[in-house]
Nanobody
Framework: QLVESGGGLARPGGSLRLTCKAP???????????MAWYRQAPGKVRELVAS???????VYADSVKGRFTAYRDNSRKTLNLQMDSLKSEDTAVYYC?????????WGQGTQVTVSS
C-alpha cells in the first residue's frame, strides 16, 4: 500500500510538502507506473490534482497550476507534492495513486487543512 506523509495545518499563503512512498510490491516496477495525487474535500468527489508519468511533464488541475509542483524520485520510489500559496479551498484529504494498465493502488490519505 502506498504511504502518504506530510499533511497538516497551514495558514493561507503557506506551504506544505507531501510525500508518497511506494510499497515493495511495486518498487521494482516503479518507473512503469503513472503516479498521481488526488484530493477529496468534504461533500465533494475525489479529483485529480497532479499526474506524473516516468520521464514526462506533470499534468496539473487548473486550480493548482502555478502553485503546486509534483515530482517523482524514481531512485527513492517516491512521489512528492510541493504546495505553495495555499488557499482554504485546498483543504482536503490528499491521496497518492499508482496506475499501471488496469491496476490501480491507493494510499490511505493525508489530511491537509488550510486555515487562519
Amino acid at each position: 500500500q502506498l504511504v502518504e506523509s506530510g499533511g497538516g495545518l497551514a495558514r493561507p499563503g503557506g506551504s506544505l510538502r507531501l510525500t508518497c512512498k511506494a510499497p515493495r510490491t511495486i518498487t521494482s516496477e516503479f518507473n512503469a507506473h503513472i503516479m498521481a495525487w488526488y484530493r477529496q474535500a468534504p461533500g465533494k468527489v475525489r479529483e485529480l490534482v497532479a499526474s506524473v508519468g516516468s520521464g514526462s511533464t506533470p499534468v496539473y488541475a487548473d486550480s493548482v497550476k502555478g502553485r503546486f509542483t509534483a515530482y517523482r524520485d524514481n531512485s527513492r520510489k517516491t512521489l512528492n507534492l510541493q504546495m505553495d500559496s495555499l488557499k482554504s479551498e485546498d483543504t482536503a484529504v490528499y491521496y497518492c495513486n499508482a496506475q499501471r494498465g488496469l491496476t490501480s493502488s491507493w494510499g490511505q490519505g493525508t489530511q491537509v487543512t488550510v486555515s487562519s
